[in-house]
């Protein structure tokens, strides 16, 4: 069980009153939301819904015969990626050397750094952490000689006693890192094999979660034409025997497109073993809007994301009081920029009057929205015949939990009744 540091007052959406509690201690149904146990804003995380999100992508990617390494980055949080690697995920993806060092600390044996390895302390701990612990399966992107020649004169240095494994990173033009062209790619690659001795080319990665075009069906186009040079660079790289030995790593996928991901790249022969892996951190979470939006594109175009089953439930929210009825038509929330993620403005979902039954808690329609946020109040638009009052308590759903998770040390999991069931901290 991953456990972490006591909470107590200094940690928000912790109960000042309560002193200091031992992380692990925290459950057992002692504290409720709908109870005001917490002072708000809290963000909370439904037990129920991660439950069934983990096991949602377990089985969309048994089914299409992929592997998860889903990327820690979203939640920055050991508890769900152990909860995810119990739900048969390979191992853990992280984005930067402080991540990597987060995951390492609580135990995961295998990590794909979606990046480069730059920088001199970096790749010291890297290949000094490989060296004390031969059991740790370590991955890391490479896009450039220059980066290949640094990574190797360290390995060479510290006398590392098994090869680096990486993976040349196709990219595009305009788009973030990887080689502008196959070619270049290819090219990297047998410069990598010939230092085989100290790095060892695993495998090819791309991420196509930036493309984005004039449309829908466009953007799916230019996904799948990626997709196909970074499995050109793959079968250019099988055919000169550049691989070391193993399977070969076919890697990319963010949370948008990990049908057209999965598709493609399961289907290239390599004339020898290979693994696909998926990325994308979000679905654990899933979120009330943009996300909610691509997974609906998804289940247009995959059977499979379909035939799993009810698909990805939004488990995040963010609780706050209305502190304010100013004005006929407006309300102002205990919540801002401090709290939420602001891609697309939070989206109001429930309501509920404290000492009220639970079965009072009340879903808001789309007459309920948020013009705006200051960095620590939320403007609700509410309707003539709304009924708030100063004290009552509104659910927001989040777009974008990436950049909701990164503003809370700790979230509390609730049952389906909003019983804290556990809480969990968070390492940005």
């Not at 247009?300 to 488990?315: N, Y």
Request: proline share 4%; hydrophobic share 40%.
């Amino acid at each position: 069980m991953i456990q972490g540091a006591p909470l107590d007052a200094r940690d928000k959406g912790f109960p000042g009153k309560a002193g200091t509690v031992a992380l692990e201690d925290v459950g057992g149904g002692s504290w409720s939301l709908l109870n005001e146990d917490l002072p708000l804003p809290a963000a909370i995380l439904k037990e129920s819904a991660l439950r069934h999100n983990a096991r949602w992508m377990k089985a969309f990617a048994e089914a299409v015969g992929v592997g998860l390494a889903p990327h820690g980055k979203t939640t920055m949080c050991p508890a769900l990626f152990e909860l995810q690697i119990e739900e048969g995920a390979w191992g853990v993806t992280v984005a930067t050397p402080h991540q990597l060092q987060v995951a390492r600390s609580f135990g995961f044996g295998r990590i794909l750094l979606a990046n480069q390895l730059v920088g001199r302390s970096a790749i010291e701990w890297v290949i000094d952490e490989l060296q004390q612990h031969p059991d740790f399966d370590f991955y890391c992107l490479l896009d450039s000689v220059t980066n290949l020649e640094q990574l190797a004169a360290v390995a060479r240095r510290q006398r590392l006693s098994r090869p680096l494994q990486v993976l040349v990173e196709v990219g595009f033009a305009g788009g973030r890192t990887g080689c502008r062209s196959v070619q270049q790619a290819v090219e990297l690659a047998a410069q990598t094999h010939e230092r085989r001795d100290v790095i060892a080319l695993r495998g090819v990665e791309g991420y196509e979660g930036i493309i984005k075009a004039s449309d829908d069906a466009e953007t799916v186009r230019q996904v799948d034409q990626f997709l196909d040079r970074v499995l050109e660079c793959a079968q250019r790289c099988a055919e000169r025997s550049l691989f070391a030995p193993g399977e070969v790593v076919l890697s990319a996928g963010g949370s948008a497109f990990f049908d057209r991901v999965a598709a493609k790249l399961s289907k290239v022969d390599l004339k020898r073993s290979k693994l696909v892996l998926l990325r994308g951190g979000c679905y654990l979470v899933h979120d009330h809007a943009m996300y909610a939006r691509a997974f609906e594109h998804v289940k247009s175009r995959s059977a499979t994301a379909v035939a799993t089953g009810s698909g990805l439930l939004p488990a995040l929210e963010v609780w706050s009081y209305v502190q304010s009825m100013p004005e006929p038509g407006r309300a102002i929330a205990v919540m801002g920029k401090r709290d939420v993620s602001y891609d697309d403005p939070p989206t109001p979902i429930k309501w509920y009057r404290p000492g009220s039954d639970v079965a009072a808690v009340t879903a808001l329609d789309r007459r309920y929205s948020v013009s705006h946020l200051n960095d620590q109040h939320c403007y609700v638009n509410v309707p003539a015949d709304c009924h708030w009052r100063v004290g009552d308590m509104v659910a927001f759903g989040i777009s974008h939990p990436c950049l909701t998770f990164d503003k809370w040390r700790i979230l509390h999991v609730v049952d389906d009744e909003y019983r804290i069931v556990r809480s969990l901290r968070t390492y940005f």
